[in-house]
């Protein structure tokens, strides 16, 4: 803790206040390294027969807590010859050239090993750390300078705790590319969003290395097998999937699992949603969630504050109106004047936002604008009649007329991939938002209640228009679903399971796209960006951020 208090005030409070964490290649290489010395032996002898060894004495993953330092310690190795200890400890990369040896935060961790083995009663000389990649061994001198600045240290990482406010951002620091959390840290963003003239670096948006697994396939059968998972399908036959290459799991109607399966899956803090035949949203199983209770503290004393929940209701609110108008500007169809009229009411809507007196007001403009847009939703439909007969286009143009938004059951084809693709969006943020620590179920516009992600729907509203209308848009405009992919009866309209496959491919292609972000200026897939947007959120309501920033293209 102290050696990352150190290198990075910010880091050493998200892992052990926040208990925040990321596994990367380089934490992984780490663990490899330290497997042969983390096999404790034969602890050291005492301090009094310690000279009377004639032999070299090594004790491995040597623990030791003190407390007048106020630490613990578990030491790679301790050697003892001709009664002197010497602490080593053990580092993955190469030696650094640098005129003392090492560097500071590793100096100061071997000195505070020195300084418990001191207060045991052990004569301590120097320190050293082994360097595995370049296999070198490293001097530590053990100066008056050091020993002052490792107690300080200790100190100034006590005090930083207890104050309960996490220390800024590094800003431009040649330290962030390699860190394991700078994809929750997000320096460069933070300050950037504070007003920092210098461009955000792409370090904290990696490649999309993990998918979700979407099974659809009635009576499939999901199973561990290793570290895969062996997936039983009569229709599309047996198939296997890598477990580190799953993001998330997706279940679509009476679709089984296993509960070694599901155990494997918790292990590895991989969420499996669980959505009814027809794509409702009914939940979520995950592990033991996220440890970071400081952000859901904030979350919840912030969720009470009626102040703050209409502030963040209203900029919501208004980032929805914003991205319907971004829709209906680039996919419209019809008159232009028309055009203009329904772009004037939208932007006359967002203006009202500002003023709403109460969440209730509030939530009347957004229905407001909502009738507005789609009433318009129509002038952005345009089915393809290549290559068909008159009657068919005519029976094509009949099956996506759209008048108006309806659910439960939706009446019409339009309606049904609405409703598909807004449980599918919920299921996305719930399962991003559960993974940076926040609780899917609190919100601030959309009421609590039993079952009800009012967070995850709070969220979701920007996105709205951006991910679920424009899938819609794209599928029924180039003709990738057509009217023959959807069935209907006085219960509703639904998707045919070819369709529903259809559908849900191209949503999940949507979230592959690249975009570039509005405010950092650097590409990531949509997928990402909604785990970004949920690490803002986290920022905002720990104070960092006195709004959170919304997406908003252009």
């Known amino acids: 803790m102290v050696n990352e208090f150190v290198y990075c005030p ?82 993955r990369g190469k030696r650094p050239h640098v005129a003392q040896g090492a560097y500071e935060p590793e100096r100061v961790q071997v000195c505070l090993q020195a300084l418990l083995l001191e207060e045991h009663g052990y004569q301590v000389e120097e320190g050293a750390i082994w360097y595995a990649e370049s296999r070198e061994r490293v001097r530590v001198v053990l100066s008056d300078e050091l020993r002052i600045a490792a107690q300080e240290a200790v100190s100034r990482l006590r005090l930083t705790v207890a104050y309960g406010r996490i220390p800024p951002p590094l800003r431009d620091s040649p330290k962030c590319p390699r860190c394991a959390l700078v994809s929750i840290c997000l320096p460069d963003e933070m300050s950037a969003l504070s007003g920092s003239d210098l461009a955000p670096r792409p370090i904290a948006v990696g490649k999309d290395e993990a998918m979700p697994l979407i099974v659809q396939s009635q009576r499939a059968r999901i199973r561990k097998d290793g570290e895969t998972l062996k997936i039983a399908d009569e229709e599309q036959g047996n198939i296997t999937v890598r477990l580190n290459e799953v993001s998330d799991v997706a279940l679509f109607g009476n679709v089984s699992i296993t509960t070694p399966a599901l155990t494997a899956l918790m292990e590895r803090d991989i969420p499996v949603a669980f959505h009814s035949h027809g794509g409702w949203f009914r939940g979520m199983a995950q592990g033991m ?88 939703f129509a002038h952005l439909l345009a089915p393809p009649g290549k290559e068909k007969s008159k009657d068919a286009v005519e029976e094509e143009l009949a099956s996506f007329r759209f008048e108006a938004r309806n659910r439960r059951p939706p009446t019409d084809p339009v309606n049904a991939m609405l409703s598909l693709a807004y449980a599918m969006l919920t299921r996305h943020l719930t399962v991003a938002l559960a993974t940076v620590g926040l609780d899917p179920y609190r919100g601030f516009l959309h009421t609590s209640r039993y079952g009800k992600p009012a967070l995850a729907l709070d969220i979701m509203e920007p996105f709205r228009p951006i991910i679920a209308d424009s899938v819609v848009l794209a599928v029924v405009n180039t003709g990738e679903i057509s009217s023959e992919h959807f069935v209907s009866a006085l219960t509703g309209t639904s998707l045919t399971t070819t369709g529903r496959r259809r559908f849900v491919g191209a949503f999940e292609r949507r979230l592959s796209q690249e975009t570039t972000h509005p405010l950092f200026g650097y590409r990531l897939s949509m997928r990402r960006l909604l785990l970004l947007q949920a690490r803002l959120l986290c920022r905002h309501l720990l104070g960092e951020l006195p709004s959170y920033p919304h997406y908003l293209p252009r």
């Not at 050493?12 to 497997?35: I, N």
């Not at 912030?302 to 703050?308: E, K, L």
């Not at 109106?321 to 004037?344: M, S």
């Open 10 to 91: 910010r880091l050493a409070y998200l892992m052990w206040s926040q208990a925040e964490w990321a596994e990367t290649g380089d934490t992984v290489d780490g663990r490899r390294v330290h497997v042969r010395v983390d096999r404790p032996n034969a602890p050291l002898p005492d301090p009094e027969t310690l000279d009377e060894r004639e032999s070299k004495v090594v004790s491995r993953s040597l623990t030791l807590s003190s407390q007048t330092l106020g630490v613990i310690a578990k030491i790679d190795i301790a050697e003892a010859e001709d009664g002197v200890v010497t602490p080593v400890d053990y580092k």
């Open 289 to 376: 969630g996220h440890r970071n209770v400081e952000v859901r503290t904030a979350q919840y004393q912030r969720s009470f504050d009626v102040n703050h929940c209409l502030s963040f209701a209203r900029q919501l609110v208004a980032a929805k109106i914003i991205n319907q108008r971004t829709i209906v500007r680039r996919n419209w169809r019809g008159d232009r004047d028309q055009r203009k009229i329904v772009l004037d009411r939208l932007s006359g809507a967002r203006r009202s936002t500002k003023t709403a007196p109460s969440i209730s007001a509030l939530l009347g403009v957004e229905g407001d604008a909502a009738a507005i847009y789609f009433r318009a």
